[in-house]
């Protein structure tokens, strides 16, 4: 998303931020390479589609209501509520492949997979947003971020025949999720960042709640205090504030000043992965999340000199 900031008095730090903006993109970036724990969690005692229904179906009331209070800009026209039902549509099958995935596998490598979106937004890009070309710098990201990838496909100690299906499916969404991606940046100038947040949310939600109820065979089996915390920080951290705050960020800095820190997702996702659901940390696992970090790394900060 190629949004121009504003020249900014505050000092900038050598990725483009000011030093307190690239505190709060850090920690915003961690909040999200949690997430994937906290879904596994949610998804002990919930479907699959429900999980997703009660997150999604919460966090658009919290944004709406926030959005009431403080006065944002919610009235749409035809052709802005078209294009959100396009995001709606890709938002609701990438989310349910990526439930679906994390469902059959580790939170750790839905985490790692989840992380080379970078690569398939770059490569999507490539094609279909102007400007975007693959130049050597993205070229060397990008094998090392899908070579992280091939990596945990031939993890012996954790993959059996279930997870390598969850993989996959975690490595169908992010495809999915690029062109998502690729499809907010070409529209995104024409939306304020509550709209194009909470709008996808609102419409999938129902969509979520009513595959659960034919697909997920028991929508609700138990609920418990981790469960409840667990979507609480889905519906809250993550699918509300953090979704705001990083589409706001990107309109205000742009996108490869904050995406010059997303290399702190994955790391984040397995070391929560590991401390808080106990997942293995096989040498496959440490090679993959030293690839894709690299990857991230070679892609968004070699010869950075500026933001856009």
């Known amino acids: 998303m190629k949004t121009e900031s504003n020249t900014l008095a505050t000092p900038l730090t050598s990725h483009g931020l000011p030093l307190g903006a690239s505190l709060f993109t850090v920690f915003l970036c961690t909040l999200f390479g949690a997430n994937a724990v906290a879904i596994k969690i949610s998804l002990t005692g919930l479907g699959i589609f429900t999980s997703a229904g009660i997150r999604f179906g919460l966090a658009a009331l919290t944004l709406l209501l926030w959005a009431r209070l403080t006065g944002k800009p919610l009235a749409i026209n035809r052709l802005q509520l078209g294009r959100l039902v396009i995001l709606a549509v890709l938002f609701f099958i990438q989310l349910s492949l990526f439930y679906s995935g994390l469902s059959r596998t580790t939170a750790s490598h839905g985490t790692l997979i989840a992380n080379i979106l970078p690569f398939v937004v770059m490569i999507l890009a490539h094609y279909f947003i102007p400007g975007d070309a693959i130049n050597m710098k993205k070229m060397l990201g990008l094998v090392l971020g899908f070579g992280g990838v091939v990596i945990l496909f031939i993890d012996g100690v954790t ?150």
């Open 159 to 308: 993959l059996t025949n279930t997870g390598l299906t969850g993989d996959l499916l975690v490595l169908l969404a992010v495809l999915i999720w690029g062109g998502h991606v690729v499809y907010i940046k070409k529209i995104n100038a024409d939306f304020h960042p509550v709209q194009i947040s909470l709008y996808p949310m609102l419409m999938a939600a129902p969509l979520f709640l009513v595959s659960g109820y034919f697909f997920d065979g028991q929508m609700i089996r138990y609920f418990d205090s981790a469960i409840i915390q667990s979507l609480l920080y889905q519906i809250f951290v993550t699918a509300s504030f953090g979704i705001v705050a990083w589409n706001t960020m990107l309109k205000k800095f742009g996108a490869t000043a904050l995406h010059s820190f997303i290399f702190v997702m994955p790391v984040s996702g397995v070391f929560f992965g590991v401390s808080l659901l106990g997942e293995p940390l096989t040498t496959n696992l440490l090679l993959s999340i030293c690839l894709v970090v690299a990857g991230l790394l070679a892609v968004n900060r070699l010869g950075n000199g500026r933001h856009r």
